[in-house]
């Protein structure tokens, strides 16, 4: 009897875990993206009237969307580069959520100007490529006046999930702005993880 619970046992956890697996990989890594800015932009028109009357709550419903979608330990990772050797797990931990609050208001305060226009996902670049290598994603939110053109870096995670770990928005690369900001701020204070992290804005 003993020996039928254990097979039992064994048997539910194998499909247990094969559907885990499934559900983290019915999503390609456009897909992921798409579902992703989708969800984004409708909290956003859903939420925008926040902006100026209630901030925070404004911020906080895009926080939410953001947190669905993006790894933010892989996004220290980007900004910190060469110095995440010498960071210590509490700071990275910490830095996760300075850069959370950090892409929440730069993008909450980019797309309060979104009201419906189209968006258009690209091809990729190499679409038999390695489908386990980081992926870029474009995209474009076709206006009447313009066109804001989007790349979103997505990687695949510990759990087998695509998540998003950098963004170029109209050319410029976030992740490589940010590794600026903060190589400056290790030079200024003489390479003390800490106080860059004190004085990130």
């Known amino acids: 009897m003993k020996l039928l619970r254990n097979i039992i046992f064994i048997a539910i956890s194998a499909v247990t875990v094969l559907a885990t697996v499934s559900f983290a990989q019915q999503f390609s890594a456009t897909e992921t993206a798409e579902r992703g800015v989708e969800a984004l932009l409708q909290t956003v028109q859903e939420s925008k009237d926040y902006f100026l009357s209630d901030r925070e709550r404004y911020f906080s419903a895009i926080e939410g969307v953001l947190d669905s979608f993006v790894d933010f330990d892989a996004v220290v990772e980007v900004v910190m580069n060469r110095y ?52 870029i994603v474009g995209m474009e939110l076709r206006g009447s006046d ?27 690369n976030l992740g490589r702005q940010y590794f600026t900001q903060f190589s400056a701020l290790m030079s200024q204070h003489d390479q003390n993880i800490d106080l860059v992290l004190d004085n990130w804005q």
């Open 84 to 135: 995440a050797d010498a960071a210590t797990e509490a700071q990275k931990q910490r830095f996760a959520v300075i850069l959370r609050s950090t892409l929440t208001r730069f993008y909450g305060a980019s797309l309060i100007n979104y009201d419906g226009e189209e968006l258009a996902f690209l091809p990729t670049a190499d679409p038999n490529s390695d489908s386990r290598a980081d992926t």
């Open 146 to 172: 313009n066109n804001l053109r989007l790349q979103y870096q997505m990687f695949i995670n510990e759990n087998d999930e695509w998540k998003l770990k950098n963004v170029s928005l109209a050319g410029i």
